[in-house]
């Protein structure tokens, strides 16, 4: 079986470690914050000019000038601090923040990605998606391994124009656990009940299948 | 106005000496922290042909959103818009232009233009579309893009809390862009909440000073909200 959301969304969460600064994008990154595990601090930063978001806020909490880069109304954890765009983008820019979760349409063996603009479609614009693969070093991007069609999303190299350039090095699909290496992907682990072969023939960049390639536990 | 006293009365005022064909810089992060009655008296002005530079367009209706119904606006320079009808209408008939531009880049151009440094480089874009046409210097082994920075003929502020010499307080999450923009503009413009007599905001919390701000002026505010989420209590 495929991941469901709530489990890319878990599987994500295991690579939280205690005292992490972490931005989550919009979609399935945002439901990471959902299981992040008990006893485990992280921060999330929020690149409106947040860090620390924390929940949504009740009625009597709700305050139009406290929103996340989602636009959604948010409130603060305790240490929680606010500063402006560009401090905000100075973390990032500058490599502070420990780990980054983000979407995408297409992920190249090259570390290539591409997220924000499909050429003949209405182009709304990257926000801040370029800063945050530019200038993380730990990003994990989340997606469907293949389009409704059966397309792979994983390629020799992106169709689409790109978002960053050789900056991704882990990808989480529905279906796997794949690191970027040397110019392939590394199947490193496998969702429940999928099999290696279907991995395959879902995968047309690259793919280096190790000898025992383990099945995920929820 | 005498000395530092930068306060203004009306909004008449708090415009007054902006034409079309300008550039005008505005604060704000989708419909948080907008200058909303500044915006509101552009579109009174009727001036044309502006280039807006802001992160977003705001709605339909609302924020920028509103100068768009009048067709005032020549360009945009932003990282997402089209949260707005009228202007994916008005861009794919090729009445509008936009420069896309990522977020921390459209920061740090302000922040810059602000702080008279004309370009910097930055690995943000590079190898994308946004990075045609820009030098590429290699710093360290990694390539980065040459990004020109932005000054405004005005820029359009929201503040909390300012003090009639233009010290600048912004509250919360409403601070995003504007502290920036402040800086860029060749008239700053910031509409604030509340205005006090010097010496009641502690100087060291102060965000903008006042160096950078040309006008104030207390104004009411809507505050609409994007997307109003909420937990139960």
Same mark, same amino acid.
């Given at each position: ?22 931005? !989550? ?5 945002? !439901? ?29 909490? !709700? ?35 420990? !780990? ?119 | ?24 810089? @505005? ?12 915006? @509101? ?14 992160? =977003? ?26 949260? =707005? ?54 710093? =360290? ?91 139960? @209590?």
């Amino acid at each position: 079986m495929a991941l469901s959301r709530e489990q890319i969304a878990m599987r994500v969460a295991r690579e939280l470690e205690d005292g992490f600064y972490v931005n !989550l994008g919009i979609g399935i990154p945002t !439901l990471v914050a959902n299981y992040v595990p008990e006893g485990m601090e992280v921060m999330l930063q929020s690149e409106n000019g947040l860090l620390g978001m924390g929940a949504f806020p009740t009625e009597e909490e !709700l305050d139009a000038d406290m929103i996340n880069a989602g636009k959604q109304t948010v409130t603060t954890v305790k240490g929680a601090s606010i500063f402006s765009s560009a401090e905000s983008f100075a973390m990032i820019r500058g490599g502070h923040v420990d !780990l980054t979760v983000l979407g995408a349409f297409e992920v190249d063996v090259h570390g290539n990605i591409a997220s924000w603009m499909i050429p003949g479609k209405l182009i709304k614009g990257m926000g801040g998606a370029m800063d945050l693969v530019a200038g993380a070093d730990n990003i994990i991007v989340t997606m469907t391994h293949a389009s409704k069609h059966g397309e792979s999303k994983l390629l020799p190299n992106c169709s689409l124009p790109l978002t960053g350039a050789g900056c991704i090095k882990k990808v989480l699909t529905d279906l796997a656990w794949l690191e970027i290496e040397d110019g392939a992907f590394i199947l490193r682990e496998r969702a429940p009940g999928v099999s290696v072969e279907e991995i395959v023939s879902k995968t047309a960049g690259k793919l280096i299948v190790p000898d025992h390639v383990p099945e995920m536990t929820f | 106005m005498a000395g530092f006293d930068k306060v203004v009365n009306t909004y008449e005022e708090a415009m007054a000496g902006l034409e079309s064909g300008m550039t005008v810089i @505005a604060g704000g992060f989708g419909l948080c922290g907008i200058p909303e009655n500044l915006i @509101a008296r552009i579109k009174e002005m009727g001036v044309k042909d502006l280039t807006i530079v802001s992160n =977003n367009c705001g709605v339909d209706g609302f924020g920028l959103g509103v100068l768009l119904e009048d067709r005032q606006v020549r360009k945009m320079v932003s990282s997402y818009v089209g949260e =707005n009808a009228l202007f994916e209408k008005q861009l794919l008939a090729g009445e509008l232009e936009v420069e896309l531009t990522p977020q921390g880049t459209l920061a740090e151009k302000m922040r810059a233009g602000g702080a008279g440094i004309p370009a910097f480089f930055t690995a943000t874009g590079f190898g994308t579309p946004i990075a045609e046409g820009k030098e590429v210097r290699e710093f =360290n082994g990694r390539p980065y893009i040459m990004e020109e920075s932005i000054t405004g003929d005005f820029a359009i502020v929201k503040g909390w809390k300012a003090d009639r010499y233009g010290n600048v307080m912004y509250r919360h999450t409403a601070q995003n862009f504007n502290p920036m923009a402040a800086t860029a503009g060749k008239i700053t413009v910031v509409e604030v909440e509340e205005i006090v007599e010097p010496g009641e905001l502690e100087p060291s919390q102060i965000h903008t000073p006042g160096i950078y701000v040309q006008r104030v002026i207390k104004g009411t505010f809507e505050k609409r909200i994007e997307q109003r989420t909420l937990r139960q @209590a």
